[in-house]
DNA sequence: TTCCATGGTTGACCCATGTCAACCAAAAAA
DNA sequence: TTTTTTGGTTGACATGGGTCAACCATGGAA
């Protein structure tokens, strides 16, 4: 909690109604009324430097958070050091979900560039989604969200090969991307080769190599983390139409 | 809907107050005077058989539903008819919560045997949430605790060998019979080889193959679907000790 | 500017798991 | 009962992706 940063009531006063995230983060839907209720639930903004940790496993869950500026991974640490990476977030997206079930946090939050979160104390959270019908709804749609996304990447894990998954997880961040106003076919990823491949299930190596396959393919332009997507539909293709494993 | 029974009051009534699943289900940790209000909840049971669905990819959602006996399974399909198995569920457990996100189930859930589930319609639910606040907490913990589990299996899937991940399984299925009562030591599944082997990420043979050689080095007894585990300590250390992949 | 550290690429080789196929066992159907 | 179907086991072989190693590129530090 060392470098949360308190936050004033004026400049806070619609922390929510006025963030041009409205539209991608926890708000989205609900009615101007409803807004403005929000304002007491945003108690404070924390800064997180890169490769820092917004919390970790084991800390105790008292907030959710909503990333303002910046991106995150989340993952889980095995005893004999093997990671796996359980998501990338992005701007508008909440973190801290899994610390609601033992109120202790199950996975570790580490920033990937210089970032801003909006801290959502839970309790307050609880407090308002029960006045606030709208809260209460997007709050369940962002929690069925991420159960759904899981069960994507479990697809993903389980049932493709390297090829497949990696065009679609550059699917996904094209998508993301585009959501946020940038272009869906360029952008520069924030995570390592490592990361990457952390979370498709994949070695480091293998996933260096399906980005020069993709490359020689013509599907992808791919200079170290600057992606340019040539033929999305190509990529598209090669996860449908591949053999089944 | 077809096979849904309306009950009457009197049958529900105390439908979770007087349930043995009670310490398992959605009620768990809430106090007698929130249980009372319980009842309002449950609004039917339905009966599935073995290899129904009890929704499907695409329904509509409208309800949750608690496991009152049986099992399922709860799939994605590609449209290759590649099949990924996200999770198995046991009597207590909750269904559907994928279907909120979208107000459309974005899984199968299929009975593996007869089975009996209580609806809880969503609308209500949420309804009462707003008035009840160990409903509102209990329902948030099981969303989350979903979202830790399937971290879990992202875990198995990315990360972990095919051996490991069979001995994972089957100290999972171990954990929830015992916290229904049943012997841990002594199961049967109700899953096929190919089932588990969708949800592991592996072909039926390689599962098939795991569990020899599990009996080969004197960690279980398995005789079809019947499970004697008479080495778990074995089965625990093959999990944290195998060599990273 | 040069140096160093980190991250990325590529090649050669290997092995865990997939594929294909035969066969067996149990349960369901006739 | 017998037959059929479905699910499970095992073997032989193939291959996708892992492992190990060398080298290259980039960006920050000095």
């Given at each position: 909690m060392k470098a949360t940063v308190p936050i004033t009531a004026a400049s806070l006063k619609k922390a929510c109604a006025q963030c041009n995230l409205l539209e991608l983060c926890l708000p989205f839907g609900m009615t101007d009324t409803e807004l403005d209720r929000l304002d007491e639930l945003i108690s404070a903004r924390r800064k997180i430097k890169r490769q820092q940790p917004l919390y970790r496993t084991g800390s105790p869950f008292e907030a959710i958070y909503a990333i303002?500026?910046?991106?995150?991974?989340?993952?889980?640490?095995?005893?004999?050091?093997?990671?796996q990476v359980t998501g990338f977030q992005m701007t508008g997206?909440?973190?801290?979900?899994?610390?609601?079930?033992?109120?202790i946090h199950s996975c570790n939050a580490i920033a990937l560039e210089d970032s801003e979160v909006c801290v959502i104390v839970y309790a307050k959270l609880e407090e308002l989604a029960r006045e606030v019908e709208g809260l209460q709804h997007q709050f369940?749609?962002?929690?069925?969200?991420?159960?759904v996304r899981d069960h994507g990447v479990m697809m993903l894990l389980g049932s493709m090969r390297a090829e497949e998954r990696l065009a679609a997880f550059l699917l996904n961040m094209s998508q993301r991307?585009?959501?946020?106003?940038?272009?869906?076919?360029?952008?520069?990823?924030?995570?390592?080769?490592?990361?990457i491949g952390s979370y498709l299930g994949l070695k480091l190596e293998t996933v260096s190599r399906a980005f020069s396959r993709f490359q020689e393919e013509g599907l992808v332009i791919v200079q170290q983390k600057y992606i340019r997507i040539i033929n999305g539909e190509g990529l598209k293709k090669l996860i449908q139409h591949q053999a089944a494993r």
């Open positions: 303002r500026t910046g991106s995150f991974k989340t993952d889980v640490l095995l005893e004999d050091g093997r990671e997206e909440i973190l801290g979900l899994d610390g609601i079930s033992n109120e369940h749609k962002v929690m069925s969200r991420e159960i991307f585009t959501a946020r106003g940038f272009s869906p076919a360029e952008f520069h990823l924030r995570m390592t080769r490592e990361e």
